[in-house]
């Protein structure tokens, strides 16, 4: 029995290394989108918008369609598999690309807006690719998998700004306009990719098993990794939000704005390559307590000064920080759940922190136009200490757990895991 149950860990280890290459593939050519968006978004917005208090509305209807896509994307996995949600997807991401370049010639604000949602809900279904990659993998392939997938948005990140670097004064006077057609191209591309993604429709006894979505929720574990992830998330894109504009308001040029949101985006997903195994020798809560702390000091660097090299330092320390922050958050929601139990327990986490990511969006705007870059980045430190406060006490309680007196009654879930490999051993034997 344990040499065959150590063939079927080989084995789905072997899958789970050919679907994480597509999916960091995925990932990359996914992230040009947001990054196409993030760069362009509220430079666009100042130009459409009827005031510019209204700029960054365009970028926060991007995190709109991240938190309204999250649960459909877990539904549609659920009921017909990973790969439908994929290539509905990038679907989306064609349609923003379109109705982007549309909205630009045609100088409408709301169709821009619209474009930009549809681009949100591309992320929404882009950001289980990482969850994807965990399918099936042993318990020691999990956070690696899950990391190398993020990995691929280092790639995005010298795609995205470059694309918009290289397209963005081909239809003049029309900014941007070519942009958007190129990040529609590129969605084409990256549904070719995700088509050959190993991801079946689950079985019919993974569709209404598991734990009620409350009881998983309760747990201490899982609390403090969706806070972390609520915190994590938002209080990056608050920042990097904020950035392309304030750099506008300081007097910097288009180019330096592309330059910092390049190697954000590089600093983000570079360090993916060996945060999963950060994860693996020192834990996913220090890995999440690492990364809170650079937003933290990211926000600093913001406070110290509004030279292009400040900017630059900022976005780059945040993108570390976000990196370890939210990996680690994530890897910590896959010990919560169960096999049967993940893509709706997966959504939900999603849906908690681009809700959250969502409502504080449309704040940054208001934010930066009536308090400046200075206060954007004040509000980053009460939530990251929040988010090191609740995950002592998670840790501190799974500590105090092991040590309590274990139960002399078996758990129903045990039970029925081990009545059913004594049926499977004995039809083996």
Known sequence: ????????????????????????????????????????????????????????VPISMYVLGLAAGTLPTGAISRAYGRRVAFIIGTFCGVLTGALGAAAILHGSFWLFCFATFLGGLYGAVAQSYRFAAADGASAAFRPKALSWVMAGGVF??????????????????????????????????????LSGVDAPKPAA????????????????RFIAAALCGVI???????????APLAMKMCGLTVSDSNFGIQ?????????????????????????????????AAAAGIGLAGITAMHF??????????????????SALVLETHRPQERNKVQAFNDFLVFGMMALGSFSSGQLLAHYGWSMVNMVVFPPVLLGLAVL?????????????????????????????????????S
Do not use: C
């Not at 007196?405 to 049926?423: C, I, K, R």
């Open 312 to 329: 630059w330092a900022t976005l780059i320390v945040l993108g570390v920080g976000w990196n370890f922050a939210f990996i680690g958050a």
């Open 1 to 56: 029995m344990p040499d065959t149950t150590v063939t079927e860990e080989i084995a789905n280890d072997a899958r789970a290394r050919a679907n994480v290459l597509r999916l960091a593939a995925a990932q990359a050519l996914t992230g040009a989108n947001s990054a196409v968006i993030f760069a362009t978004g509220s430079i666009v917005g100042a130009t459409l918008a009827p005031t510019v208090s209204l700029a960054t």
């Open 156 to 193: 995005a990140g010298v795609l995205g700004p470059q694309l918009v670097q290289w397209t963005m004064d081909i239809w003049p006077p029309y900014l941007f306009a070519f942009s958007f057609v190129m990040q529609a191209i590129v969605a084409l591309v990256a549904m070719a990719v």
């Open 392 to 428: 002592a006490l998670a840790s501190l309680a799974k500590r105090r757990a092991k040590l309590r007196p274990v139960d002399e009654t078996p758990d129903p879930g045990v039970l029925t895991q081990l009545s059913e490999a004594s049926h499977a051993d004995a039809r083996s």
């Open 232 to 242: 994590a998330y938002p209080m990056m894109n608050l920042v990097m939000t904020s």
């Open 205 to 220: 006894s993974d569709m209404h098993g598991g734990r009620p979505l409350f009881e998983i929720a309760r747990q201490p």
């Open 263 to 295: 190697w954000h985006i590089v600093a983000m997903y570079g360090p993916s390559f060996f945060t999963g195994s950060l994860i693996a020798r020192f834990g996913a809560p220090a890995i999440v307590a690492v990364g809170l702390l650079l937003e």
